[in-house]
């Protein structure tokens, strides 16, 4: 006998992209975004505020569009996850909040996972082709975000071994890119600049990597004095007419930056003694940095491996993805009570939920992997439908009992009204649950036929109870024979 494989929801509002996606074990059912970039446009950058707004008005139709193209509607659902951090505060708020309502309104577990180690969670996905194999070294890059993590074990086991000390890669893109009076967002624009430059025309400083930064920055990484040197440079020379200058300096730039964040990643790998990197966040779609990196990989012996591109971005599947593992492996749910964390530890996966629990279940995993355990047809029935470890999924009471009175008060509205009383609770216990999705069906029919037995019942009343009251008002004097 199998069990369906969970359906979960992933939200991810870290940044300025609202995304929505649905995942069932490690099969993509569906991923839509919804972006605010072009509000952020003429800032020149993210403003946190418009950011948390944007995520605000579209998470509704963002949800509805993915659950369209996943073929489901909302009593689907049997999990719901979220990002919690690392990000915008505002962003995250917008997005856990969002979540929990609706993990709350489906009576479904609820899980908050940590942002960065949702970009390794893509690798689960085998549906498109992905493949996670541990351990691994992750380079996460993007706007907010340039990380190394050692990923041992995606749920139970990541470490963050690099970090930015500044400016991450992706801010370093959108300075240069504006500087050079290219269009926000500035990385996909000095990508398209690039191709028509010269990477070995000018040379950029390439940030902490000289000998005496080894030590303390080895896997560390930082940006602002290369955005610096090419404002300078470009305060002294820059011609914006110039088309090839303006092309040269946006290669060399990149090249700078692409450089730096192979030659640490690689080096990260080879200390570690791991054979494989993986690749993600939005920086990770710039195709000199795909390319470099799988030249360099193959020339080391490490397995490169970079998500498709629709997938690099910030996305609701990668954090679906992540979930449906912890889901899997019977981790408990996050607590309702837990907030937004702008500055998650990436070895923080889930956040809002007690160690101990996480220690007490994965013992009880483990305690019963290791049993001797015949088991019979008797014991599987015993056993069908009871997913409390993955699935906190049941319909509730009401709906039934809603149904049940309306039947009774049919049953009993022929003999002088005494179904007006199991009609009006029937009619109670309905409207209390009619708009949960999982109780609709039996709600909608305990209120019809509790409305159809209060109507008999209340005409037959007043059909046996007139001649009763006229004979009562007429022994009393107040109506004449």
Not at 100 to 106: F, M, N, R, Y
Not at 195 to 221: C, E, I, M, S, V
Not at 311 to 336: F, H, K, Q, W, Y
Not at 410 to 431: C, D, K, Q, W
């Amino acid at each position: 006998m199998s069990e369906r494989v969970p359906v979960v929801v992933g939200i991810e509002t870290s940044c300025d992209e609202t995304g929505v996606g649905i995942v069932q074990g490690d099969t993509l059912l569906a991923n839509v975004i919804a972006s605010s970039m072009d509000q952020h446009a003429r800032f020149g950058g993210v403003v946190p505020e418009v950011a948390a707004r944007a995520h605000l008005e579209a998470l509704p139709q963002v949800m509805d569009d993915a659950l369209k193209q996943a073929g489901l509607d909302r009593a689907d659902i049997d999990a719901v996850a979220v990002t919690s951090g690392p990000g915008l505060a505002g962003a995250l708020m917008v997005g856990v909040g969002w979540a929990k309502g609706l993990a709350q309104s489906l009576d479904v577990p609820f899980y908050a996972v940590n942002h960065l180690v949702g970009h390794v969670g893509v690798e689960l996905l085998s549906s498109e082709g992905r493949q996670l194999d541990t351990p691994t070294v992750a380079l996460l890059v993007s706007g907010g975000h340039t990380s190394l993590l050692l990923v041992r074990d995606i749920v139970d086991d990541v470490e963050g071994v690099g970090d930015t000390i500044d400016d991450a890669a992706g801010e370093a893109f959108d300075k240069v890119g504006r500087l050079l009076g290219l269009p926000y967002p500035g990385g996909p624009q000095i990508d398209r600049v690039a191709k028509d430059g010269d990477p070995t025309r000018y040379t950029f400083p390439r940030g902490l990597t000289q000998a005496k930064d080894q030590d303390k920055h080895r896997f560390n990484f930082s940006f602002s004095g290369l955005k610096t040197a090419v404002a300078r440079w470009w305060e002294a020379n820059g011609d914006p007419t110039d088309h090839q200058m303006v092309a040269d300096v946006a290669a060399s730039f990149q090249e700078a930056v692409v450089d730096v964040l192979v030659t640490k990643a690689l080096d990260a790998c080879e200390y570690h003694g791991v054979p494989r990197l993986v690749l993600g966040g939005g920086v990770s779609a710039n195709s000199r940095l795909r390319e470099v990196a799988l030249a360099r990989g193959a020339e080391r012996n490490i397995d490169v491996r970079i998500p498709p591109l629709a997938l690099c971005t910030d996305n609701g599947a990668m954090i679906a993805s992540l979930a449906s593992e912890m889901l899997r492996r019977g981790r408990p749910a996050t607590s309702m009570s837990v907030a937004a964390t702008s500055t998650l530890s990436p070895s923080v996966t889930q956040a809002g939920v007690d160690e101990g629990a996480i220690h007490t279940a994965q013992k009880s995993t483990t305690d019963h992997s290791n049993d001797s355990v015949s088991v019979t047809d008797d014991d599987v029935s015993a056993l069908a439908g009871k997913e409390d470890t993955l699935r906190k999924v049941r319909t509730p009471w009401t709906p039934l009992l809603s149904l049940l009175f309306g039947v009774l008060a049919v049953a009993l509205s022929p003999a002088f009204g005494l179904g007006m009383i199991p009609a009006v609770l029937g009619i109670i216990s309905g409207h209390r649950a009619r708009k949960h999705p999982r109780g609709r069906v039996q709600s909608a029919m305990g209120l019809t036929l509790s409305y159809f037995a209060l109507a008999v019942s209340i005409a037959v009343a007043v059909v046996v109870a007139t001649p009763i009251i006229r004979a009562l008002l007429i022994s009393g004097g107040f109506l004449l024979p």
